[in-house]
């Protein structure tokens, strides 16, 4: 059984910093390719990024480029997203998730093959 556990919310002021982090268990970690997203209230699940098994590719949201790092620790079975400039259009649920491919680059949460997801970590940034 996949789990996977986020860790790292919070509040912050805009400008700030705040760093991610995803436990997973339950998978060959280096199988899946590794994403976030994030869901504002009143809006709908939107990618944010995504990292595949090695770490040698990376995607992004536009609205996150420049701003936001995703990374991933293979032998700690974990990925991370590092979350700069913060600004307060980012404040939202942030959560993990884990695709069956070690190179998926699916950008729709409504997706199933983003099999697995995490229960969500919640960043606030204050203007």
């Known amino acids: 059984q996949v789990q996977l556990v986020e860790s790292g919310g919070g509040l912050v002021q805009a400008g700030g910093s705040l760093r991610l982090s995803c436990a997973a268990s339950?998978?060959?970690?280096?199988?899946?390719?590794m994403g976030w997203f994030r869901q504002a209230p009143g809006k709908e699940r939107e990618y944010v990024a995504a990292?595949?098994?090695?770490?040698?590719?990376?995607y992004y949201a536009e609205s996150v480029k420049g701003r936001f790092t995703i990374s991933r620790d293979n032998a700690k079975n974990t990925v991370y997203l590092q979350m700069n400039s913060l600004k307060p259009e980012d404040t939202a649920d942030y959560y993990c998730?884990?695709?069956?491919?070690?190179?998926?680059?699916?950008?729709?949460?409504?997706?199933?093959?983003?099999?697995?997801w995490g229960q969500g970590t919640q960043v606030t940034v204050s203007s």
């Open positions: 998730a884990a695709a069956s491919s070690p190179y998926y680059t699916g950008n729709s949460a409504s997706d199933t093959r983003w099999g697995s």
């Open positions: 339950g998978l060959t970690f280096t199988a899946y390719t």
């Open positions: 990292i595949s098994w090695s770490a040698t590719r990376t």
